[in-house]
């Protein structure tokens, strides 16, 4: 039983990362291992599952609802396995994840730091990318997204709320002088983050009326900390979290620029695939996650 519950698996792999080699590559398994135990499954049910040819694969019709009902199973038996095991023991095996990159390395890095701690036996492997991976081609078990999701696709829990804030370097405004309005704001130079539609800032003040205001074409990057480094140098008025400009906040070498009004709000999230049964490795992650961080992060207290 235990031989076709990891045939089951390794066949749901290689649908979810589109292809035997990707599979393999995730399983940390050879190619044509990989087809052996595919090609053992199909002479056990007596039926082709994934049609290949040279170029492409796809999932015949049995295929399909074998997936479908394999993607069910595993997820029960994973869940018997976590009722019958001590939520105090350590972990084993690994944990793939995803995360934004200046998020992940000033605030996630000490928390994947302790939980590997408690943990010994887990095996961690993170992709640090500000650009959203495809979880399930991937083969990532979690993902840390900052966003306001909309992805119905996926499952998701909140971990903490994210703020953003308008700030400047004081020798910037010094020169240029400090905007009172929004329309002062559209004459400065305003830094702007070329990923997710971030170049326009939208702002709202205390009856809900929003504002866009687009970013100069001088300077803009796809990264918060070199915009981060940027607006401390002098060279603009920038719009990014508090966990990234925190520090500088407290330090003074940023000030905030127009209070009264407010930007979006935003949350981390801890996302995973509809399809996947949350392990346990991923669950307590968030949980240990969501306890280190909560409703009132450290880098709002400055």
């Not at 190619?31 to 007596?46: D, P, Q, T, V, W």
């Not at 039926?47 to 609802?65: C, D, K, Q, V």
């Not at 903490?160 to 400047?168: E, F, G, K, S, T």
């Not at 559209?186 to 504002?211: F, K």
Request: net charge neutral; glycine share 8%.
């Amino acid at each position: 039983m235990m031989g076709q519950l990891e045939d089951m698996r390794i066949f749901v792999r290689i649908v979810e990362a589109g292809g035997i080699g990707k599979a393999a590559d995730q399983l940390g398994m050879a190619k044509s291992g990989i087809s052996r135990r595919l090609a053992a499954l199909e002479n056990r049910l007596g039926a082709p599952l994934i049609n290949r040819t040279t170029r492409s694969s796809s999932l015949t019709t049995i295929g399909r609802e074998y997936y479908e009902r394999a993607v069910k199973l595993i997820g029960d038996v994973s869940e018997l396995d976590n009722l019958a095991r001590d939520e105090t023991t350590s972990l084993k095996g690994q944990l793939r994840l995803a995360a934004p990159l200046s998020f992940g390395l000033a605030h996630l890095s000490p928390v994947i730091d302790a939980f590997s701690r408690e943990h010994p036996g887990l095996t961690i492997n993170i992709d640090f990318s500000d650009r959203q991976v495809d979880l399930v081609e991937q083969g990532v078990d979690l993902a840390v997204r900052i966003a306001d999701l909309k992805d119905s696709s996926l499952h998701a829990r909140r971990i903490c709320p994210i703020r953003l804030l308008l700030c400047a370097s004081p020798s910037y405004l010094e020169l240029h002088g400090t905007p009172r309005t929004v329309e002062d704001l559209r004459r400065h130079e305003v830094l702007g983050y070329t990923l997710g539609g971030g170049q326009t800032i939208r702002l709202s003040n205390d009856r809900g009326d929003e504002h866009l205001v687009p970013a100069s074409a001088r300077m803009a990057a796809n990264n918060g900390d070199f915009l981060h480094a940027m607006a401390v140098a002098g060279h603009g008025i920038v719009a990014l979290p508090t966990f990234i400009v925190w520090q500088s906040m407290a330090g003074q070498s940023l000030v905030p620029v127009l209070e009264s009004y407010s930007l979006p709000a935003l949350n981390a999230w801890a996302v995973y695939p509809q399809t996947r049964y949350l392990s346990q490795r991923a669950r307590r992650f968030i949980d240990f996650t969501v306890d280190r961080f909560g409703d009132n992060p450290y880098w709002d207290e400055f």
